[in-house]
């Protein structure tokens, strides 16, 4: 099983709120990614960070920052919210190297309001 | 635009029968990973493929991959309702491989 955490599961919030979504790995992965997906739809790369204070923009550009300052934690904050916003958020990491394997959290349920 | 498109977008099939998902890419990579999704969760890592390898067994997963068409099929065999889920191929764009890139998807449905 990944060790790979996100919280909170779930969260409603009305428009004009910042709010910052979490991501923990304990597996000491290099690599770490930020996905968006509506239900049901693709998912689109967002963020993403291969080592201690480096971060990259994804395919999709969104309004919404991240930071590395530790291996393990991979934060994802939305300064002011918007309903345009409500999506899925996926976290992931995977260790250094060309061929492997990505372990997902179990995701974030936004809903704005 | 994503770096891959999965085909068909949507399948339904009968519990014990066999079910085939194909996957296209668009440039060059090093290597191609399926992923599975159960509703409303995280994915899970199924299967990968290197460039040099044209075939790839797991379980009840069979993969393939043909460089020369960019594409890469994933067979799931004696198909069970629990199998139902979304399937995803990903991959690391050739110049990118701190990115992976997910296509579509395929939605898998098995009845009993």
């Known amino acids: 099983e990944a060790d790979i955490y996100q919280t909170p599961r779930y969260l409603v919030i009305g428009t004009g709120k910042k709010i910052t979504l979490e991501c923990s790995q304990t597996m000491g992965h290099d690599k770490m990614y930020w996905y968006q997906q509506d239900p049901g739809m693709e998912l689109h790369l967002i963020h993403y960070?291969?080592?201690?204070?480096?971060?990259e923009k994804g395919d999709l550009s969104s309004e919404s920052t991240v930071s590395r300052i530790r291996t393990e934690h991979f934060p994802l904050t939305l300064e002011s919210a918007r309903p345009s916003h409500t999506s899925q958020y996926l976290c992931?990491?995977?260790?250094?190297?060309?061929?492997?394997?990505?372990?997902f959290g179990q995701g974030t349920r936004l809903t704005v309001v | 635009s994503q770096q891959g498109e999965e085909d068909p977008q949507a399948l339904s099939i009968q519990e014990g029968e066999n079910a085939t998902m194909n996957c296209s890419y668009k440039t060059s990579i090093n290597n191609l990973q399926w992923y599975r999704q159960n509703s409303g969760r995280g994915l899970v890592h199924l299967i990968l493929?290197?460039?040099?390898?044209r075939e790839k067994h797991s379980g009840r997963l069979r993969v393939t991959l043909d460089t020369s068409k960019k594409s890469s099929s994933l067979l799931i065999t004696a198909s069970r309702a629990a199998d139902t889920a979304s399937y995803f191929c990903a991959t690391p764009p050739s110049g990118g491989y701190n990115k992976l890139i997910f296509g579509a998807g395929t939605r898998l449905a098995v009845h009993p």
């Open positions: 493929i290197r460039s040099n390898e």
């Open positions: 960070s291969y080592g201690v204070n480096s971060t």
């Open positions: 992931a990491s995977s260790p250094q190297g060309r061929s492997r394997e990505a372990f």
